[in-house]
């Protein structure tokens, strides 16, 4: 399998999320049809960011992934859109559980 390569928004993605306070994992390297990036907001939750630069479709992996996947997945193209969805999840009231 070859190496994913990295969309040319993610590196400004990423910088955003840090210094906004938020731990990501980086799984682009993962493939398969995995989102690129795993984010815990500030409540405790995992969100999956897919990153695509703007106009850019999913991978039929991607979208198989996307329709299977029932827990929180966004398809992110800037900083200021991840950091929005972030908000949102810190702002819903919903907490990790133990």
């Known amino acids: 399998m070859r190496a994913k390569r990295k969309d040319g928004n993610q590196k400004s993605i990423e910088e955003a999320l840090t210094k906004a306070g938020y731990w990501w994992f980086d799984t682009s390297a993962l493939g398969r049809g995995y989102p690129d990036l795993h984010v815990v907001s500030k409540s405790g ?19 198989k992934l996307y329709r299977a996947y029932y827990g929180p997945i966004s398809i992110v193209t800037s900083a200021e859109e991840a950091l929005n969805i972030m908000h949102s999840y810190d702002c819903s009231g919903i907490r990790r559980s133990l």
């Open 45 to 63: 939750i995992g969100i999956l960011f897919e990153i695509k630069m703007p106009g850019e479709e999913l991978t039929p992996a991607e979208a």
